[in-house]
């Protein structure tokens, strides 16, 4: 944010939850750092966080913006309201923009954009020219303009050869390559997950394996490399034990789930409701309740939203012709909350650990103790409402958890110590 | 009943009833003026987004008979090659007053889709891989014929289950009325959870015909070769296949059933359509009678929760 964050608050009657732990305490917020209460001045305006959680501000890895080049879609401005609503203060732009984000004048550009949104933008940058999955895209020119992810969004490179030398070309750099898992040429044409719901509603399915056999991949690459490989929404009960059991023995992984995996499950296709078509597709409910332990147990590091606007005409059209993807800005912390994870795991997932994999900082970096960038969001986790898109602040219309009852909602967000948003409403 | 989407949809009692108003249907087709006027001042489109002649021209002669009149979108020459999506084609045609849509679609879901955009009531005349539910309303009546009641009659249907609409409705309408399914098909021609489904699974087509009341052969497309999901047509064929020798083995009273067209050659030998056993004309016939009792289930007095068996004054010839 350009404007000099002069007002002073005090947050007060809360339960701070940061990677330290959680204890009651107020803290006051004085020219965009955390300061102790008593050193704020007499003008501090108090929000009150009674009965509410204060945690440092939500970091998204995984959320497309629709700027540059699907303005009519979604703009910085409205995935960034949409993004502090969710209690998000700084997102990942994903980079299969038009243009795509692979040179540092798009970067540069992409930065100058980022301008109009309320909450912090970090740029990722694509591994390869236009995210095709041909050759490599200027790594290091990209690295100097200052990304630290790079990612062909979608299924991942195919081409392990290509994988291959990503790894190596950006490990010095220091550079994750973050990306997806699965592997085409065993999915084939897929509309949803392979099993007895595909097999009912008679469309082609994306056999679990065909994810597994991509992350066994990217592992393997992963030890040979020594380079950071961090994987895009996994959806699988067999991805999170492999993954588990990779990031247990110390390789360079990482991994994430999509808030909407924790949720929701095969069987509610059902009815070829087209805003439920997301990539990976919705897996089996076992998957499911697979995700939401594997986010506990902290083998999955990261809970995403996934980000992935549409106009309605995108999904007014047969199932296997619709755009897949779903809005999850403003209810990614409501449906984790919702599915039944405690909240310290959730904001782990959502705040602290993400920062960390995106080179924000360490955990402790992001603690909320005096002297540290006021990025904060108030939670009421008992709040219960019912997700509906038209009252969203995204353009976007595809939300996949439309009408669905949702309990734990963003109060508060301050983002470099300006209020964004107060009782739940964005403010200027 | 509003719409006619998926057997699977259907509660028993009312696929039983549509089987059972389907004779007097049958019969207005048999007399010299062969109209009754229960559908009169009512129009029925049909919408084929893939090519079909049997099952379009069978809506389109159960409409006529009923006197609704009827519609044809004629897709490969209307806006929707200049790219008009299903939702504005069929809200165009809605607009010009119509109470029902035939729409046969090769996305699975798509009649879905459409109950949303229109109010009209929609008929699934075949979506993709999924359900093709007057296809099964007419085998159940064509077997009832053969058969009488299909309670603990064993069906045997062959082929390429994976991709069929018609599978997936008979194997939901056969077993709602009670009868034993049995799929024969290689592994890679079967949906990957078939073991969720309430059939028997068999690869060996002479075991399976041995205590079989009626078989069912489905169309085998020469493209499943290509995509590896067979080795070739002659295999096929040998495996699958209803050969000469298979047919010679079968009872005479076990019907032979193909949804047409039929492959001579590849799923059934040339010459075993000739058999008196094969009831592929009645399954043809029966068509028209049970698009009839669907017409006038949904949109006759039927839909209004009225006796469902047309009234006299109805059922009188027109003119």
Known sequence: MSAAASQSYIVRGGTLIDASGTRPDDLAIVDGVIVPVDEAPSSAIEIDAGGAVVSPGLVDMHAHVGEPGDEPVETMRSAGEAAVLGGFTTVLAMPNTFPPVDTAAVVEHVRILSADALCNVEIAGTVTVGAKGERLAPLGELAAAGVRVVCDPGPGIQNPLLMRRALEYAKPLGLTIAQGAEYLALSGDAQMHEGEWSSRLGLPGAPAESEEIMVMRDIALARLTGGRVHFQTLSTAGAFAIIGAASGSGLPVSAEVASHHLALCDADLAGYDTNLKVTPPLRSAGDARAAASAVAAGRVDVIVSDHTPHSSDRKDRPFDQAEPGSVGLETALSVALTSGLDIESVLRAMSWRPAELIGLGSPTDRALVPGAPADICVIDPNATYVASVASMATNGTNSAVEGVEMRGRVRTTFVGGQLVVDQGKVMA | ?319
């Open chain 2, 1 to 319: 009943m509003k719409h006619l989407l998926s057997i699977e949809e259907l509660e028993t009692e009312e696929l039983r009833e549509l089987l059972r108003i389907t004779p007097s249907f049958a019969e207005v087709a048999s007399r010299r003026i062969a109209k009754v006027p229960a559908l009169r001042g009512q129009t029925v489109a049909t919408l084929f987004y893939e090519d079909s002649t049997r099952t379009r021209l069978s809506f389109e002669v159960a409409a006529k008979r009923l006197s609704a009149d009827t519609l044809n979108v004629s897709v490969s020459s209307s806006s929707v090659n200049k790219g008009e999506s299903l939702r504005d084609t069929a809200e165009t045609i809605e607009a010009m007053g119509i109470d029902a849509i035939v729409m046969r679609h090769k996305s699975s879901g798509a009649p879905w889709q459409l109950t949303k955009w229109v109010e009209a009531s929609v008929i699934n005349a075949g979506d993709g891989w999924h359900q093709h539910p007057t296809q099964a309303l007419l085998d159940c009546f064509t077997l009832q014929q053969s058969l009488g009641d299909l309670a603990d009659r064993h069906i045997v249907i062959v082929g390429d289950i994976k991709h069929s609409r018609v599978a997936r409705s008979d194997v939901a309408a056969f077993t709602m009325l009670g009868a034993t399914v049995t799929l024969v098909a290689p592994p890679t021609l079967l949906p990957p959870a078939i073991h969720t489904w309430p059939v028997q699974v068999s690869h060996d087509l002479d075991q399976a015909l041995t205590d079989a009341d009626a078989i069912y052969l489905l169309r085998m497309q020469n493209e499943r070769q290509n995509e590896a999901l067979v080795p070739d047509m002659r295999e096929y064929t040998a495996l699958y296949g209803l050969t000469a020798a298979r047919a010679s083995r079968l009872a005479a009273s076990v019907p032979i059933m193909h949804p047409g067209p039929m492959n001579r050659g590849i799923e059934i030998a040339a010459d075993v359509p000739d058999l008196d056993q094969v009831v592929v004309i009645d399954q043809v016939r029966n068509g028209v009678a049970v698009r009839m009792a669907v017409l006038f289930m949904l949109l006759g007095s039927g839909s209004s929760g009225l006796p469902v068996i047309p009234p006299p004054e109805l059922a009188g010839a027109s003119s």
